[in-house]
């Protein structure tokens, strides 16, 4: 069988341990030099960037998110083995690790981190297609000519890079397809490299529950298991025809990821179409100053993200979710697009007013779309608010301060309701 020492890179035969430096941190898999689509996802990347850059935090749980009234952004794996889990709320999270340090989000720092991932990356292929700052999808076909080494050794290689370069780790999943990529980069986490072939496909998946597969979140579950759908076996059941019938262009999809079936290519120019924050609260709250609070945050949240990407959006959106789950989503389009906070502010604030008040709320979220160059943000200025160009100049100062000093060094006063 196959093997590689995921440490030196050695290639050999169906050892247990690598025969030349003895790390048991072997790939073993029959199908190891045959397979080329990958799913590269970092270790808890915010906490982990926290981690290398304080190393005090070493050994301790980290949590990345808001305040006692927002949730849970990341959190590192000391904390999730207390169950910390993402989106949960903050309230929820101290009660399970009370002992915890929680850190507000520098996205400038994991932006930065992951532009050198995915320099490495590059390097390797240039069919990447990101998912977030922290995952990608990448297709290895035809690389091996080039690097003189099948896709799994480069794959290897660069996590070794990313934890020799940058003091973070990642988890690699390789198969034939980019659904069990996927799946497979979940297996052996943190720091982990696991593989599915073309052979195993059936037998591996027959007995797994269908929450594996990726967007089937808590109410596609219990739609799924109203139909008596739990397990892949479960699926394999049903005829094609009935899964369109029950689940629509969903039960497609359904038919042939229970056989293993994904024909959807790496897409490496797959655009970013928004960029959108939200909070979910403790208590339902009709409160107009802390919701303002709230609206400010997502849009410097929001703000920061563009300005990080380079991006800017011509259409601001802000969205509510009431006590009872309904939602409401109220969208305007600007003059030209923006990145500034101020903005993004303003307008939301402006969509909030016109929604009255139909509270209470549990969710607020703000974001941006029609995205476009940054190049081209904010040019026109608004000559019904003589003060907006001040502000505008304020805000890239401001930036300029935090970058230098860091993200709590100005922080404006509507932020504390």
Not at 238 to 260: K, P, V
Not at 297 to 319: F, M, S
Request: hydrophobic letters at 40%; a positive charge.
């Amino acid at each position: 069988m196959p093997a590689l020492c995921r440490d030196c890179l050695n290639q050999f035969e169906s050892a247990r341990r690598c025969p030349a430096c003895a790390s048991p941190r072997v790939a073993r898999h029959d199908e190891l030099w045959d397979l080329s689509i990958a799913h590269m996802d970092c270790d808890a990347f915010y906490a982990s960037v926290e981690k290398r850059d304080d190393p005090s935090l070493e050994g301790k749980p980290v949590i990345i998110g808001g305040g006692k009234r927002g949730v849970v952004s990341t959190a590192c794996y000391v904390a999730r083995i207390r169950g910390v889990r993402s989106a949960m709320p903050m309230f929820q999270a101290l009660k399970l690790c009370p002992e915890a340090v929680v850190i507000p989000p520098r996205m400038n720092e994991y932006v930065k981190a992951s532009r050198a991932i995915r320099a490495m990356m590059e390097e390797l292929t240039p069919a990447i297609e990101p998912l977030s700052l922290d995952e990608a999808f990448l297709d290895m076909r035809g690389t091996t000519k080039l690097h003189g080494a099948p896709p799994a050794v480069m794959l290897a290689h660069l996590v070794r890079r990313m934890k020799n370069e940058l003091g973070l780790t990642g988890s690699i999943g390789l198969s034939h397809n980019k659904f069990l990529a996927k799946v497979a980069s979940d297996l052996d986490k943190p720091h982990g490299f696991s593989v599915i072939g073309k052979a195993e496909t059936a037998d591996f998946l027959r007995d797994k529950p269908v929450r594996m597969i990726w967007g089937v979140g808590p109410a596609g579950q219990a739609s799924l298991e109203k139909a008596g759908i739990r397990s892949f076996s479960d699926l394999l059941r049903w005829e094609q025809t009935d899964l369109i019938a029950r689940f629509g262009s969903m039960g497609e999809r359904l038919y042939h990821l229970a056989r293993g079936e994904d024909r959807r290519r790496v897409s490496a120019h797959a655009p970013v179409k928004s960029i959108s924050k939200e909070t979910t609260f403790f208590e339902d709250t009709s409160d107009a100053d802390l919701l303002d609070g709230h609206i400010w945050r997502l849009a410097e949240q929001v703000a920061d993200r563009a300005k990080a990407k380079g991006l800017a959006g011509r259409v601001v959106t802000l969205k509510l979710k009431r006590a009872n789950h309904s939602s409401l989503t109220r969208r305007v389009a600007l003059s030209d697009p923006t990145q500034l906070a101020d903005r993004i502010y303003r307008t939301a604030r402006g969509l909030f007013d016109q929604v009255g008040n139909q509270g209470p709320y549990r969710l607020i979220g703000c974001g941006i779309s029609e995205l476009s160059d940054a190049a081209d943000a904010d040019k026109l200025g608004d000559l019904l608010d003589p003060d907006a160009a001040r502000r505008s100049d304020a805000e890239r100062a401001t930036d300029a301060i935090r970058d230098k000093f860091g993200a709590k060094a100005i922080v404006k006063g509507r932020a504390f309701r």
